[in-house]
């Protein structure tokens, strides 16, 4: 079964401090990995995501994050953050499997992260 | 813009008294998914269609149904709320496998 293990739940930094959230995953299959913002009292709303190609995947609001296979990691980047980052990120992975049934397409999420950016 | 609407986005009840959330999404997408959040919590899967196929999590309370009479729409009935059930609840969709596209949430609180 796959599992997700964000290492950190609270990542404090200044204001136009670069930042990195840690992601690692286990799965004995393929899979997509997947990146969400959650603000207060709001829904989750996608970052990016790797599906395939290039282990270098660029979001939304100036954040990226690379996949790592060998090493099961999906770290989320950003080289200046602002005030306005400051809310819950969770990573999430959905396994590929070659015969298709529910959970083709079921997230796993690790528990979130934290982000309190400070000016 | 297509997107993932649900209503309304806070909702009171009465301890033991029925509530119904709902969910509409001009994404065309044929999954549609429940979650519950309980604060500083990941989202929970209770329960997700495959276009009219229905599929419960194991651990789903029965206090939980949902309905999808059409693509666009999906309600969760919450048949009698207890007060653990005071929670976001998150509707989500997606095509296949990719990435699931959530509303705003709605959040339940329990008298």
């Known amino acids: 079964a796959q599992s997700v293990t964000q290492l950190d739940s609270q990542v404090p930094v200044f204001e136009e401090a670069p930042v990195e959230l840690r992601c690692n995953y286990s799965?004995?299959?393929?899979?997509?990995l997947f990146w969400y913002v959650q603000y207060p009292n709001q829904g989750l709303q996608l970052l990016l995501k790797?599906?395939?190609?290039?282990?270098l995947v660029k979001g939304i609001n100036g954040f990226e994050a690379e996949f790592n296979k060998s090493q099961t990691s999906f770290h989320l980047r950003k080289p200046s953050v602002h005030i306005s980052d400051t809310a819950e990120y969770f990573c999430?992975?959905?396994?590929?499997?070659?015969?298709?049934?529910?959970?083709?397409?079921?997230?796993?999420f690790g528990k979130g992260t934290l982000l309190t950016v400070n000016p | 813009d297509a997107m993932v609407i649900q209503n309304p986005r806070y909702q009171v009840t009465q301890f033991g008294k029925p509530v119904t959330l709902s969910c509409s999404q001009t994404?065309?997408?044929?999954?549609m998914y429940w979650y519950q959040q309980k604060s500083s919590q990941a989202p929970k899967l209770l329960f997700h269609?495959?276009?009219?196929?229905?599929?419960n999590e194991a651990d789903t309370p029965d206090n939980f149904q949902s309905r999808r009479p059409n693509t666009s729409f999906c309600f969760l009935d919450i048949r009698s709320p207890g007060l653990g059930d005071a929670a976001m609840y998150l509707c989500?969709?997606?095509?296949?496998?990719?990435?699931?596209?959530f509303g705003d949430g709605t959040r339940l609180s329990i008298l």
């Open positions: 799965s004995s299959v393929s899979v997509y």
């Open positions: 790797y599906l395939s190609g290039s282990t």
């Open positions: 999430a992975v959905s396994e590929l499997r070659s015969t298709w049934g529910s959970s083709n397409y079921k997230l796993t």
């Open positions: 989500a969709t997606s095509v296949g496998g990719k990435a699931q596209h």
């Open positions: 994404l065309n997408h044929n999954v």
């Open positions: 269609y495959y276009d009219k196929d229905f599929n």
